[in-house]
T-cell receptor, first 111, second 116 residues
Framework: GQQLNQSPQSMFIQEGEDVSMNCTSS?????WLWYKQDPGEGPVLLIA?????ELTSNGRLTAQFGITRKDSFLNISASIPSDVGIYFC???????????FGQGTRLTINP | NAGVTQTPKFRVLKTGQSMTLLCAQD?????MYWYRQDPGMGLRLIHY???????AKGEVPDGYNVSRLKKQNFLLGLESAAPSQTSVYFC???????????????FGPGTRLTVT
């Protein structure tokens, strides 16, 4: 089945730094989604992407749907302590009724 | 509008016991999903449903059963719990092909299950 490779697995940064993470797939995806999970909570949808090349922002977060349709990127600018958590990418291939999730990127911020 | 709710929040079972986890959504979504999350494993799909009365197997269905008798509810059953089923279980829903954003999944808060 489809697999998503999400990197990096973890990040340790200073408050105020910018963050970049990405997901790559061996399959072509029609949809890319980015979620954030706080400790003890369920994942929350941050950004949804539906077209190759699409660039979408949500506050300090910006995500892009790769031109090849096999990857996606999430950037966080000027990180703050509440950005701490696990970020998941998820993708959907044409015709599928379910998503494939990446393994997650754990973000830790030093104040 | 509560979104997706899960009952119970925590549960401890002994090996061999059975239990049912309840997921409810008030968004009139067609699709519902059950995932388990283990450390370092991300989210793995157990079973899903694309409409009332339908169910389908996901990535890790063994040891679980599901039912979708009502559109708003999706039940996950463990007939004979095993320690390997210790995990955090998440339910999610999406509007399905009849909606404008059919595949955006919205998650519940999770159920933390320990099997001893």
């Amino acid at each position: 089945g489809q697999q998503l490779n999400q990197s990096p697995q973890s990040m340790f940064i200073q408050e105020g730094e910018d963050v970049s993470m990405n997901c790559t797939s061996s399959s072509i995806f029609n949809t890319w989604l980015w979620y954030k999970q706080d400790p003890g909570e369920g994942p929350v949808l941050l950004i949804a992407l539906y077209k190759a090349g699409e660039l979408t922002s949500n506050g300090r977060l910006t995500a892009q749907f790769g031109i090849t349709r096999k990857d996606s990127f999430l950037n966080i600018s000027a990180s703050i302590p509440s950005d701490v958590g696990i970020y998941f990418c998820a993708g959907r291939v044409q015709g599928a009724q379910k998503l494939v999730f990446g393994q997650g990127t754990r973000l830790t911020i030093n104040p | 509008n509560a979104g997706v709710t899960q009952t119970p929040k925590f549960r401890v079972l002994k090996t061999g016991q059975s239990m049912t986890l309840l997921c409810a959504q008030d968004m009139n979504h067609e699709y519902m999903y059950w995932y388990r999350q283990d450390p370092g494993m991300g989210l793995r799909l157990i079973h899903y449903s694309v409409g009332e009365g339908t169910t389908a197997k996901g990535e890790v269905p063994d040891g679980y059963n599901v039912s979708r008798l009502k559109k708003q509810n999706f039940l996950l059953g463990l007939e004979s719990a095993a320690p390997s089923q210790t995990s955090v279980y998440f339910c999610a829903s999406s509007s399905g092909t009849g909606g404008t954003v059919p595949y955006e999944q919205y998650f519940g808060p999770g159920t933390r299950l320990t099997v001893t």
